[in-house]
């Protein structure tokens, strides 16, 4: 209490701040909408899966050797350190389209079969009842899909289906039908032929007439070209040589196939190449074998016709040893001739190819033990495989392919180098071979001419015979190497089962969860944030600065009359509420001057006016209600009392006090109607006359009541406010504009306007209240339990019941807003 008045600001001070409850107070009585829209999204999912194909992903994995010996490392000393690069070329390798060829010839993938259910079309592989057979030598062209009917124990007929609106859905494909083939019988194992296409179709299972199914031919290049990019290949882990082979597929068993396929394709590739210097070896030495075997022959049976035309000799004991120094010496010239041939041969290899190096004879594999050429020429074999894998995924201007380009032409010129070395060496030994050969030939040559030209014979013999069980045995060693060698790599878990990938069902599912609840929720968030009227008490004191004094309920009856007509309403009970709260005020006055006014019009400041007017007088208190809204006046019309007398005829001089003074039919209640509209009434109501009016009735009623025009509309209601002792500033729920508030506050900041309270009004169920756990409440001690906007118990009579809606009706009315 200050000054004898009630301190009403303290109650705003003691309002708590809003926590989450208030939200989720607001927004979980829209539950239906969520329950609505999450079972619309689960149905929607449900049969978005029902209808679409599914897909699975197949994985399978390789281990890859590293198994470069350090003497190689050392000989290229600029891939010491490149562990990873040989992983990046197998997997290069494994998407290649070459590979993806490979692993394709052992699968019947040319041919997609399909069967038609109630729900989608699927894929049946390895499951079709029929098989067809391409003919791959005819130009085959990429047939669409056809279908396949029964029409017979043993004849079937090819005909082509219109294409629906749902086949999207399908996991078929479209292409180009062979219109010649349609439309015909054919038998099963008939070659079907015509200028497009050629196949024959073979039975499988046992078929009923009128069973149908559908295939698709397709062209082979096109099947690799999607296969080598269907794979994705990545190491398992940074730190190991394990590669992961992974492909999504509709059909699980036609995926493992081909990963499967593939990953044995490529052990196969691996060893091909591992074993390609032993096939150049043995077809080196094969070569070498026909002309010595050919040369041996020729020897043999000139020795032969030798013996009989002179007869078997016998050579001297003492000439035994120059025979056998000069068929060593001679074996050591032909050793010798060997290798200047194959340096000869290595050098011409060199200069004629371009980069590819991978056919090249190992030196070791012919008997040179030269260590660095060796080494050397090892080398050169494996950058030149690699080169050749990286090729079949890269074009030869990629960075590692100029890569390898340059460790080649380095190898190479290394090579060159050693062989003009060798050569050189070699040719010296051979040239003192030669001249120790002459030397013993001086001493062959005293033998008799007979037994000198058997020996000759029997020397060349010796040294083709030599030569031959020398290739012989080179030929069983690389033949032994070939047979026992193995890949490097080797299929570490072959794909057996797989995963499914599309579509997600528990990642949909709560997808669709998700957005049920938060479409519909960032809606309502979005439209509230978008609406600028106030919806609830909470929202109304967070806008609006000056003190609540109490709330009116939403009025059903068709009255303004409320309080007198229905006193024991909700609504009523509000009013009563009010009037208490009032008595709080200004408590010192002997005639209170209560001013009600709003934003706009259509506020409801008339008929609070009149109602709250009503509920004074109902407590005994003679109350006046005064129409000061000369411009639309409504009281007269509300309360049915006449308007042709009334204050605008008496500020004119027209008209006396006791003759626009009326009583009404209610006790206590007296009324002062606004008369005729005038042509300015802010005028008017400023005129000396209003006062001494005002001033006159102090002695004669307990309480005036005055209902003013909206303030935010017209002027002189700031003029009343001087008469006044309470100001009632009215806001109705869900019609009050945010914007409306701003001119009262800043009057109520600046000290212009006083003893103004505010008034919410029109509280209804079905909008955004939030009622504090069930109290609607305003300052003054204006409280009231309620539930759903009625009371609880059996205090006050309900409002009436309006005629009860439809389902439809009631359930849309949740999400009134």
């Known amino acids: 209490m200050i000054d004898g008045k009630v301190d009403i600001s303290k109650f705003q001070d003691e309002v708590k701040p809003i926590d989450i409850k208030y939200y989720l107070i607001k927004y979980s009585r829209y539950w239906p909408l969520y329950v609505t829209s999450i079972f619309l999204g689960l149905i929607i999912t449900f049969l978005f899966h029902r209808y679409s194909v599914e897909e699975y992903e197949v994985q399978g994995s390789i281990l890859i050797k590293q198994n470069s010996s350090p003497e190689m490392k050392i000989l290229d000393r600029s891939n010491i350190f490149s562990g990873s690069y040989r992983l990046e070329n197998d997997i290069l390798l494994l998407t290649s389209k070459n590979l993806a060829a490979e692993a394709l010839q052992g ?198 016709d030798f013996k009989v035309k002179n007869k078997l000799l016998d050579i001297n004991s003492e000439f035994g040893g120059v025979l056998g120094n000069m068929q060593s010496l001679e074996d050591q010239i032909q ?166 990938i599309f579509p997600k069902k528990a990642n949909n599912y709560g997808f669709a969860f998700g957005l049920g609840l938060f479409i519909p929720l960032g809606f309502l968030l979005v439209y509230h944030y978008l609406n600028n009227r106030i919806v609830d008490q909470v929202q109304l004191k967070n806008v609006l600065r000056i003190p609540l004094l109490g709330t009116i309920g939403y009025s059903t009856k068709d009255t303004n009359l409320l309080v007198q007509e229905h006193p024991k309403s909700m609504v009523t009970e509000s009013f009563r509420s009010l009037r208490s709260a ?106 000396e006359k209003m006062n001494e009016f005002l001033n006159s009735l102090d002695g004669e009623f307990d309480v005036i009541v005055m209902d003013t025009p909206p303030i935010g509309l017209v002027s002189e209601t700031m003029d009343l406010m001087r008469f006044s002792d309470i100001n009632l500033y009215i806001v109705r729920q869900d019609y009050t504009h945010k914007r409306y508030l701003l001119m009262i506050n800043d009057l109520y900041a600046n000290d212009q306007v006083d003893n103004i309270y505010a008034v919410f009004n029109g509280i209804k169920a079905g909008v955004d209240v939030y009622d504090f756990g069930g109290y609607n409440y305003g300052y003054g001690y204006n409280y009231s339990y309620m539930r759903k906007n009625e009371y609880t118990g059996s205090y006050y009579d309900q409002e009436d019941k309006k005629e009860k809606a439809q389902l439809l009706k009631k359930f849309l009315a949740k999400f009134r807003v």
């Open 335 to 500: 050793s010798i001739d060997f290798q200047l041939q194959y340096y000869q041969s290595l050098q011409t290899y060199l200069i004629e190819k371009g980069h590819d190096y991978s056919d090249i004879l190992a030196p070791s594999l012919v008997g040179i033990d030269d260590g660095l050429l060796n080494g050397l020429v090892s080398r050169l074999i494996d950058v030149s495989l690699n080169r050749r894998g990286l090729l079949a995924a890269v074009n030869e201007n990629h960075p590692k392919v100029l890569e390898l380009d340059e460790q080649i032409s380095k190898l190479r010129e290394n090579i060159f180098e050693n062989i003009n070395n060798l050569v050189k060496n070699t040719e010296n030994r051979k040239a003192q071979a030669l001249s120790k050969l002459a030397e013993e030939d001086n001493e062959f040559a005293k033998l008799p001419i007979a037994e000198s030209d058997f020996m000759a014979l029997n020397r060349e013999f010796k040294l083709r015979e030599n030569l031959y069980n020398y290739l012989l045995e080179k030929r069983a060693e690389a033949g032994i190497a070939r047979a026992s060698n193995i890949s490097d790599n080797s299929v570490l878990d072959y794909a057996r089962r797989g995963n499914l």
């Open 582 to 687: 009032l008595f709080y005020l200004a408590s010192e006055k002997e005639c209170k001057k209560i001013l009600v006014t709003s934003s706009v019009s259509g506020e409801g400041k008339t008929f609070v006016s009149i109602n709250l007017a009503s509920a004074l007088a109902l407590s005994g208190k003679k109350t006046l209600l005064i129409g000061l809204d000369l411009r639309r006046p409504k009281i007269s019309e509300y309360l049915g009392v006449e308007n042709l007398t009334g204050l605008s005829n008496y500020l004119i001089g027209k008209a006396s006090r006791e003759e626009i003074l009326v009583k009404t039919t209610f006790d206590n209640l007296y009324v002062v109607p606004s008369g005729p509209v005038p042509p300015n009434p802010a005028e008017l109501l400023l005129k």
């Open 107 to 304: 699968l019947n993938f040319n041919v997609t079969y399909y069967a038609s259910t109630n729900i989608k079309e699927v894929e049946l592989y390895d499951q079709s009842p029929i098989h067809v057979e391409v003919d791959t030598d005819f130009p085959q062209m990429e047939l669409g899909e056809i279908t396949f009917t029964m029409v017979s124990d043993d004849e079937f007929v090819l005909t082509i289906e219109e294409s629906g609106f749902f086949d999207f859905l399908n996991a078929k494909a479209a292409g180009p039908i062979d219109e010649d083939i349609l439309n015909r019988r054919f038998k099963f194992g008939e070659e079907i032929e015509s200028s497009k296409s050629k196949f024959t179709i073979y039975k499988k299972k046992n078929l009923k007439s009128n069973d149908k199914l559908s295939f698709t031919i397709h062209n082979y290049i096109n099947i690799i070209d999607e296969y080598s990019k269907a794979i994705v290949v990545r190491p398992i882990n940074s730190y190991g040589t394990v590669l992961q082979v992974t492909m999504s597929t509709k059909v699980v068993e036609k995926g493992r196939d081909y990963v499967n396929a593939l990953m044995d394709s490529y052990i196969e590739y691996n060893l091909k190449e591992k074993n390609q210097m032993t096939e150049n070896t043995l077809r080196f030495l094969d070569e070498q074998l026909y002309i010595v075997e050919d040369s041996l022959k020729v020897v043999e049976r000139k020795m032969l």
